[in-house]
């Protein structure tokens, strides 16, 4: 007699929660080996392929390496620059800078667009926080996709589900096989491998918020590519292999031609024999007796001649197209590649050449700002218990991603507050001349602060006033 166990749910994953743990996390695996080749070509690790023509067998351990791909990123990174999520209906933003402050969110933002622009997409998760009281602030993590897939519903634009993978000793289990959170629209599962029946789960937080606590931040989506794409494409990574190859080709040539090769005419084998008549070694010789050689018997001197030096020029020409290639790939000044010209560029040639590049990171602004914008709300509901309104935008607050003077700044801010479109005291006025959020509170406090000293002497001056009018009614009435 054969008897049958069910499975209790609150121990073991339904049928459909299996199904999609194992969808999710081949889609983990399969993208694994993408993210280690980008992540390669950002950290100067990548193996280039040696065509086996110009690099002798003794020298095919040289190693060449080209920060391209990370100049590339990082110069387009560091115009993204979150400083201030607030209300846009100008209310009170304390809630959102207080969630803000306490996940450290304006310095993890930069991990979570650096990710994004290299993997080509960054998720954030949202939980309540871990102090244990009811006040505790949630919690928003970055995650990289190398530990994290999600299924994505492209009308809707929002997370199905996602998978992420941890290591065991964070969940406090033993080394071994790793483990995974599988986030639901109304549950978070904590599950192990188990060897008997497969998956045993560890802890199920019914949430009930009917959507996963997940956001994905995607980079350069098509219509029919929602998942994301790196900022390190198949021509940088292309270029940038040429150009090592190229400069691995310079080392080869450094080695054999850095020192000028000479030749001897009519000299006898004595001149490359020491006293005892052994042969002297290449390099005694090269340095030493071509430079005091003797006449022969017939009294005459032996012809001592050299080649014509290497010419590196033709190897930095190459690099110098190279350069120009990347540039407008990564669309960066050359500039930046290392790549000048004789004459240097004015100032407005300069913000010229960078203007593809700042409106990339314009684009970059509004499509990351959408995402923070939803972590902040998934953060509130998780706080309060209550989805924010709808009609309540939070805005998120972007450094401006060009390069302008701070004269050119003030000068356009003077302006607006002249022709009365802008209040001075008001924080779109104090952001446009560059003041980052917590210099605008303090200038704000400063001015309330002015403000209410003026209205005290105010006021103490009208009251001597009225005890200088008063006094001599006074005395007269005595």
């Not at 483990?179 to 188990?194: C, F, G, N, R």
């Not at 050449?353 to 990339?360: D, I, N």
Request: aromatic share 6%; glycine share 6%; with cysteine.
């Amino acid at each position: 007699m054969t008897t049958t166990i069910p499975d209790l749910p609150l121990v073991t994953l339904s049928d459909d929660e299996r199904s999609l743990l194992e969808h999710l996390r081949g889609e983990l695996l399969t993208a694994r080996w993408h993210y280690d080749l980008h992540d390669a070509y950002f950290n100067g690790e990548q193996v280039v392929r040696d065509l086996g023509i110009s690099i002798p067998p003794q020298l095919r351990g040289l190693h060449t390496v080209l920060g391209w791909p990370r100049i590339g990123v990082t110069a387009l990174e560091e115009r993204l620059d979150l400083e201030a999520l607030r209300w846009a209906d100008g209310s009170d933003s304390t809630d959102l800078e207080a969630i803000a402050a306490a996940n450290d969110l304006y310095d993890e933002a930069s991990l979570a667009h650096t990710d994004a622009l290299v993997y080509g997409r960054c998720y954030l998760t949202v939980g309540s926080g871990d102090c244990g009281s009811s006040d505790c602030p949630p919690l928003i993590c970055v995650e990289s996709p190398r530990d994290m897939a999600v299924l994505w519903d492209a009308r809707s634009r929002a997370v199905l589900a996602a998978l992420k993978e941890v290591e065991p000793e964070a969940l406090g289990l033993p080394a071994g096989q790793p483990s995974y959170v599988l986030y639901l629209p109304d549950q978070t599962i904590q599950v192990a491998p188990d060897p008997t029946v497969g998956w045993v789960v560890l802890e199920r937080d019914e949430h009930k918020l009917g959507i996963p606590p997940v956001t994905r931040m995607a980079n350069r989506q098509r219509t029919a590519d929602r998942l994301g794409r790196s900022e390190i494409t198949p021509e940088v990574m292309s270029i940038t292999d040429a150009a090592c190859r190229t400069l691995m080709g310079m080392e080869v040539a450094r080695e054999f031609f850095a020192a000028p090769q000479r030749y001897i005419l009519g000299a006898s084998e004595s001149a490359f024999q020491d006293a005892e008549g052994n042969a002297k070694s290449a390099w005694d010789t090269y340095i030493g007796r071509v430079l005091a050689l003797e006449r022969d018997e017939d009294g005459q001197v032996p012809q001592v001649g050299q080649f014509a030096a290497h010419d590196p020029s033709a190897y930095t020409k190459v690099i110098d197209l190279y350069a120009r290639i990347m540039a407008t790939q990564l669309g960066l000044p050359p500039h930046y590649l290392g790549y000048t010209s004789d004459n240097p560029a004015s100032a407005d040639a300069i913000r010229s050449t960078e203007a593809q590049l700042v409106k990339r990171a314009e684009r970059r602004q509004r499509r990351f700002g959408h995402v923070w914008s939803e972590a902040l709300r998934l953060a509130l509901w998780v706080q309060t218990g209550e989805p924010p309104a709808k009609d309540r935008v939070i805005e998120p607050v972007w450094r401006n991603a060009a390069t302008p003077t701070v004269a050119a700044s003030t000068d356009a801010a003077v302006k607006l507050v002249t022709a009365g479109i802008l209040a001075p005291n008001s924080p779109v006025t104090l952001q446009m001349v560059g003041l980052t959020a917590m210099q605008q509170q303090q200038v704000l406090a400063d001015q309330q602060r002015a403000q209410g000293q003026q209205a005290m002497q105010d006021v103490l001056a009208r009251l001597g006033k009225i005890q200088a009018i008063g006094q001599p009614d006074a005395a007269a009435n005595q």
